[in-house]
């Protein structure tokens, strides 16, 4: 057996195959009941050894570290966490099952019986791995954190600020629940009839105009969601105990501007003259592309704003500052009306709110001008009434169904959609160059 690199000290191959190896100083070896910790990577392919060696090493070094404070591992007895366990089980390359399950499958128990005794019948903690009754413990207020730790991958993708936008609901849901029931409990513990006295709670309170419909069922939602991202975690069922407790939620969707409101009210005597002129860009940019400000806030300037092409347009795409919300939020728009006059007079784009707060700064402060300067149509609406407002027009302009939901970013219907590389980019801006009609003074 040798060592792989020096800058490896514990990675060995033997033969073809990666091995980890750490030897035990000789004091410490009474109270480790071995000579060194040797696990074997199971595999022969060197990047895959890599990737198990980072999980790998940090373990053994904490084990080394209970050695060193004085702490035995040679007591079958030794207490591990069940997250400890079934994380020695994942370093031998098996997934960990308590030993009730293995009693109830005597084809699993007699393999792990086979692996224990191929791997030299160890004792201590090695042996909890193989053969232990622990089960998970995680409690409500647990499962927020392991989401974060289970999902890393997918909210590495956001800022912080959209990351807490998706944190904060699902601790705000699991607080309402745990202070329904009056304490934090373990998850196992949580039963289908506690979770149908929430759900019965939440009737009573929308009864009592204390919250909305919609908001009861995000409770709901966001529980669903941490417990099945726990029980998929753990090779479980996905279903779980708030499954079918549903709320029928109010269409909260923004009414859209009127063209005639939109051409009377804030094109005819330039309305918002007295707005930063980056805020107004922004704002007209979003009328003849639909976007929201948070795509347009997004825009890489060398990437996505094509101006000198033969048909200026915009690329809605992800890069190293925006995330799009889905992948068919991905979509190319020509630049056409209002929105071609914005681009041409900030070119690099709107880099006033090219920041991760930039879209929620330029919201509140263009809703805030157009409140107090009468230039809402109602109280319902607010700059993303634009986007229906675009939408509106589309069906308006008889602009074919597919090629809306492409200009939308919205998911297509059918098979049909699939097919082919959709619709032209000239093809598109002729189609989009109808609806600059609609503005009386343009």
């Not at 825009?299 to 200026?312: M, V």
């Amino acid at each position: 057996m040798k060592r792989f690199s020096p800058d490896l000290p514990h990675l060995y191959i033997r033969g073809k195959s990666f091995v980890f190896r750490l030897v035990i100083p000789a004091h410490l070896r009474g109270l480790a009941g071995k000579s060194e910790f040797k696990v074997s990577l199971k595999t022969k392919d060197q990047l895959t050894a890599l990737r198990k060696y980072g999980k790998v090493e940090p373990y053994y070094q904490n084990l080394m570290d209970k050695l060193r404070s004085g702490e035995t591992l040679t007591s079958a007895t030794t207490d591990l966490s069940y997250e400890e366990i079934v994380q020695m089980a994942s370093i031998q390359g098996r997934t960990y099952n308590p030993i009730d399950q293995l009693i109830q499958n005597p084809a699993k128990f007699m393999q792990t019986h086979s692996e224990w005794s191929k791997a030299g019948k160890p004792n201590g903690p090695e042996f909890q791995s193989y053969f232990s009754t622990a089960t998970s413990t995680i409690k409500l207020s647990d499962l927020v954190a392991f989401f974060e730790a289970d999902q890393v991958h997918e909210l590495s993708r956001f800022s912080e600020r959209e990351r807490s936008k998706k944190i904060n609901p699902l601790q705000n849901a699991v607080k309402q629940l745990t202070a329904f029931l009056g304490k934090d409990i373990e998850l196992k513990s949580l039963t289908r009839q506690q979770a149908r006295d929430f759900h019965k709670s939440l009737k009573i309170k929308i009864a009592l105009q204390e919250i909305k419909p919609n908001t009861a069922s995000k409770y709901i939602t966001h529980m669903r969601v941490l417990i099945k991202t726990y029980n998929l975690a753990h090779d479980k069922e996905p279903e779980t105990v708030f499954d079918r407790l549903n709320f029928k939620v109010d269409d909260n969707a923004r009414p859209p501007f009127s063209i005639d409101f939109l051409n009377e009210h804030w094109f005819k005597d330039d309305a918002f003259a007295q707005l930063n002129p980056c805020a107004k860009a922004l704002l007209f940019a979003v009328i003849d592309t639909g976007c929201s400000f948070k795509e347009l806030c997004g825009l890489n300037p060398d990437q996505d704003i094509k101006l000198t092409a033969a048909i200026p347009h915009i690329i809605i795409q992800e890069n190293q500052t925006r995330k799009l919300k889905t992948t068919h939020r991905k979509r190319i728009i020509p630049l056409v009306g209002y929105s071609l006059r914005s681009f041409q007079a900030f070119p690099q784009g709107f880099t006033h709110y090219a920041t991760g707060n930039g879209p929620s700064n330029a919201s509140g402060l263009i809703n805030k001008f157009m409140k107090y300067n009468g230039l809402l149509e109602t109280d319902e609406h607010t700059v993303y009434s634009l986007r229906h407002t675009f939408k509106d027009r589309m069906r308006k302009h008889r602009l074919p169904e597919e090629l809306q939901n492409d200009l939308m970013g919205h998911k297509a219907q059918g098979m049909g959609a699939h097919y082919g590389n959709g619709h032209s980019l000239e093809d598109t801006v002729t189609f989009m160059q109808q609806m600059v009609h609609d503005w009386k003074y343009f």
